[in-house]
């Protein structure tokens, strides 16, 4: 368990809130794609934590960044933490994005929330100046956040929505043989879509692309003790939690 303190919890539309946090041991530790677990309350109710992606981080800042979704009790708990408030974290937990020794280029496939888990990995593979073409997918324009985040000179953020009909499977497959056309493509990630995983695994099979995919269940303990988050895979029943949340396309699509 760690403790952090929270420095900004604000509304940025769309019905996200972005927070950031200081907790400079789990910024330490943090790989792209791990989860931290957050305790919205002390006592019994609600009991369990809530898991969410790392968004972003800074290491030598020793901070961290969510960005969520009003779902339910725990998310409109979280909405009324304040700076200065001290909040119990568990984490990080789970497998995390591995980009590929000698990597050029790589694609990134977000949807709503599921955006906040590729974001930091985006900026990662940025830092070390492999290409990044990420397609960040929702609604409508509020409903779609990171583009800022990653912008970087070798970096093209393509926005889709569903009120233009620009997220419709053809299109985002457009944008992706336009991408693997202009020079092949080493690796693609993807969350927060079954459709889209669906597609990320076709297209990746069909051009013999590494792929990965971050899955989202309901989750309890968060440490691999009581298989509420299991999904089925190539491999068998894994647990989300710990296993994943990212497994290769592969395992559970293929
Ligand atoms: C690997 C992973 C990464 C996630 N990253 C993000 C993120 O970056 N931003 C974000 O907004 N949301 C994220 N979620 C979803 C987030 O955990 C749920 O929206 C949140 O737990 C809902 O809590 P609640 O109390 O508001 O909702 P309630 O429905 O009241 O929650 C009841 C219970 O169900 C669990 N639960 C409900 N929905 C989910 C869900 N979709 N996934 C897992 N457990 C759930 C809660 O943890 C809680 O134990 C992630 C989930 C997973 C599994
Ligand atoms: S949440 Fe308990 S095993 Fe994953």
């Given at each position: 368990?760690?403790?952090?303190?929270?420095?900004?919890?604000?509304?940025?539309?769309?019905?996200?809130?972005?927070?950031?946090?200081?907790?400079?041991?789990?910024?330490?530790?943090?790989?792209d794609?791990?989860?931290?677990?957050?305790?919205?309350?002390?006592?019994?109710?609600?009991?369990?934590?809530?898991?969410?992606?790392?968004y972003l981080y800074d290491k030598k800042?020793?901070?961290?960044?969510?960005?969520?979704?009003?779902?339910?009790?725990?998310?409109?708990?979280?909405?009324?933490?304040?700076?200065?408030?001290?909040?119990?974290?568990?984490?990080?937990?789970?497998?995390?994005y591995?980009l590929k020794e000698g990597a050029k280029k790589i694609v990134l496939l977000g949807?709503?929330?599921?955006i906040?888990?590729i974001i930091s990995l985006g900026a990662s593979a940025a830092d070390k100046g492999i290409q990044v073409e990420a397609i960040l997918?929702?609604?409508?324009?509020?409903?779609v956040f990171g583009g800022k985040a990653l912008q970087s000179p070798t970096t093209t953020v393509n926005e889709?929505?569903?009120?233009?009909?620009?997220?419709?499977?053809?299109?985002?497959?457009?944008i992706l043989?336009r991408t693997q056309e202009e020079g092949g493509i080493d690796q693609i990630f993807?969350?927060?879509?079954?459709?889209?995983?669906?597609?990320?695994?076709?297209?990746?099979?069909?051009?013999?692309?590494?792929?990965?995919?971050?899955?989202?269940?309901?989750?309890?303990?968060?440490?691999?003790?009581?298989?509420?988050?299991?999904?089925?895979?190539?491999?068998?029943?894994?647990?989300?939690?710990?296993?994943?949340?990212?497994?290769?396309?592969?395992?559970?699509?293929?």
């Open positions: 368990m760690r403790s952090g303190v929270v420095l900004a919890n604000e509304s940025i539309g769309g019905g996200y809130h972005h927070m950031i946090v200081n907790c400079p041991k789990i910024a330490e530790e943090i790989k794609g791990q989860i931290v677990h957050i305790r919205v309350k002390d006592g019994y109710e609600p009991l369990l934590r809530r898991p969410f992606s790392v800042a020793g901070t961290i960044e969510f960005v969520y979704a009003i779902k339910g009790v725990g998310t409109e708990m979280m909405k009324s933490f304040k700076p200065g408030d001290e909040i119990d974290l568990l984490g990080p937990t789970g497998k995390s591995t949807r709503g929330v599921g906040a888990s997918s929702g609604k409508s324009p509020e409903k889709v929505y569903d009120i233009d009909g620009t997220s419709d499977v053809e299109n985002v497959m457009k043989r993807v969350c927060g879509s079954k459709r889209l995983g669906q597609l990320a695994y076709d297209f990746a099979n069909e051009h013999n692309i590494e792929g990965y995919v971050s899955l989202e269940e309901r989750m309890a303990c968060g440490i691999g003790v009581c298989h509420v988050c299991v999904c089925k895979t190539t491999k068998g029943y894994q647990t989300v939690c710990k296993d994943g949340p990212v497994f290769p396309l592969a395992e559970v699509y293929g």
